[in-house]
């Protein structure tokens, strides 16, 4: 509960994820840019963005930012309650304490460090829902009997599957870890020699299948069914677009990639060591073990997620925290052991909680993160509109959705619903400005808003559009710059 109180206070912090304000702009209702759009269009986030905009109108983007705060305390926490039993210490178990509070520095130092990936995203709620199978479903497949309890709890899982369908496409992890949990299951029985009955093994199997067959429970059906295929597309870059989805977006790159592009480099370092260090202990655990445990198997692929792209990360840390080994400290004095473990676990904590506290200050109070959207700039163009339409960059698309719904926007953060060919040409505009001046003639451009410091690939073309006579300067802070096409 220490680890996930600290989770609660690393994660305040501005909503950072510019994809948070199209979530919310769809909770309004269904954007729609005015550029063409794939078809068939799943909105796999729908309960997501009912939810978040709920709490976005009680109270805006703090109570949105305390609320996220919150859940990423009760996904740790999740997590690490089937290991707390062994750091429920006795009497004469003080060097186990020692080893507890062994464990909790290292877990803050890695929570404070990576804090920033505690953003409000739809992995947010993926990572609940998973919390939740992690802790009910061992203990749901391990009972024989069918009991009043076990049924209440595996209506309860399905409530939760038939949830996550609609809430982010990574709803498939639901029943890949049920089936790694029912295999895991039924090695552990053949061992043991208590094996599953013919009936045991028909419910779990039943139950399984159930849990795949969820989304054909929804409308869309067979379109939400096949929507993991598309995200392990994009994940890998299989098809043209996903090649150019997994190679262009920073998130969904390896850390590999980054740091050999300079980006994040101490973190990407510490990022790849750890994921190698999580798959060596995993593997070597699971052939001393000769069995495939839940949490070996879990910390193995998660890691591997998270060297194909880094955004992945989140779904690695809190499996690797559940699986530290524990560091033992050896001493005959056993109130000294535990008084050195105390004082060993407190000052690196105070100071980095004083880190954290003198990172506050430099957070604004509206907890939006203006550096990357386009608060000022969005204000400005409300109070003087065009005629034409606008060219936006891709993350500050959601904001203007949100703020400024009347003027239909060129792209947002849902870049699966584009094309590999749209998708080229816009990131294209960056390297030829007489590519976008053409486009922007033949169907009507007269605005353009461009990032200025977050993720500003647009200087070629800023330069351009300043030298020419037909656009103007017309809006310009710190952060963004609003090109107006002049009218003849």
């Known amino acids: 509960m220490v680890i996930a109180v600290f989770v609660i206070l690393f994660a305040i912090f501005p909503l950072t994820d510019t994809d948070i304000w199209w979530h919310l702009a769809c909770a309004r209702e269904w954007v729609t840019t005015w550029t063409p759009v794939r078809t068939p269009v799943v909105n796999v986030h729908e309960y997501f963005q009912l ?31 089937p290991e707390n039993p062994k750091c429920h210490c006795e009497v004469r178990r003080t060097a186990a304490i020692s080893s507890c509070m062994r464990r909790s520095l290292v877990a803050v130092v890695l929570l404070f460090v990576f804090r920033y990936h505690f953003e409000m995203r739809p992995v947010l709620f993926s990572l609940l829902f998973l919390g939740i199978y992690w802790n009910v479903l061992p203990r749901l497949f391990a009972n024989s009997r069918l009991t009043p309890v076990n049924t209440l709890f595996a209506v309860l899982i399905l409530a939760i599957q038939w949830t996550w369908c609609k809430t982010q496409g990574l709803y498939i992890l639901g029943p890949l870890f049920a089936v790694l949990v029912l295999t895991a299951g039924i090695w552990n029985s053949r061992k043991s020699g208590d094996k599953f009955s013919r009936k045991a093994f028909a419910l779990r199997g039943a139950f399984v299948v159930a849990l795949f067959a969820m989304p054909f ?45 300079g980006e994040n480099t101490l973190e990407c370092v510490l990022m790849i060591l750890l994921c190698l260090a999580g798959m060596g202990l995993a593997i070597w655990r699971l052939y001393k073990n000769r069995r495939p445990g839940v949490l070996n198997v879990s910390l193995l692929a998660t890691a591997i997620l998270v060297l194909i792209a880094e955004r992945n990360f989140v779904l690695f840390l809190p499996v690797l925290l559940a699986t530290l080994p524990n560091f033992p400290f050896h001493t005959p004095h056993f109130t000294s052991c535990r008084l050195l473990s105390t004082v060993y676990f407190l000052l690196p904590t105070f100071f980095i909680f004083g880190l954290w506290v003198r990172s506050l200050s430099a957070y604004d109070i509206s907890m939006v993160a203006y550096q990357r959207v386009p608060v000022d700039a969005t204000d400005w163009m409300q109070k003087h509109p065009h005629k034409g339409k606008l060219f936006n960059d891709d993350r500050a698309g959601g904001y203007l959705a949100l703020m400024n719904p009347t003027d239909s926007i060129y792209i947002d ?71 107006d096409k002049m009218i003849k």
Do not use: C
């Open 217 to 261: 429970l929804h409308r869309e059906g067979l379109a939400l069914f096949l929507y993991p295929f598309g995200l392990l597309d994009r994940l890998l870059g299989l098809s043209p677009s996903a090649a150019i989805f997994a190679s262009e977006i920073a998130e969904n790159r390896s850390p590999f990639t980054l740091l050999m592009e």
């Open 51 to 81: 939810a978040v905009g709920f709490v976005y109108g009680l109270g805006g983007a703090p109570l949105l930012v305390a609320f996220k705060a919150i859940l990423w305390g009760v996904v740790f926490a999740l997590f690490l309650l």
């Open 413 to 483: 953060g849902r870049f699966i619903l584009k094309t590999a060919d749209f998708f080229e040409r816009y990131l294209n505009y960056a390297k030829d400005p007489a590519l976008f001046m053409h486009d922007a003639d033949s169907i009507g451009i007269d605005r353009a808003l461009f990032p200025l410091q977050y993720y500003a690939r647009w200087d070629t073309l800023l330069r351009a559009l300043q030298q020419d006579s037909r656009w103007h300067l017309a809006y310009r802070d710190e952060y963004f710059a609003v090109f």
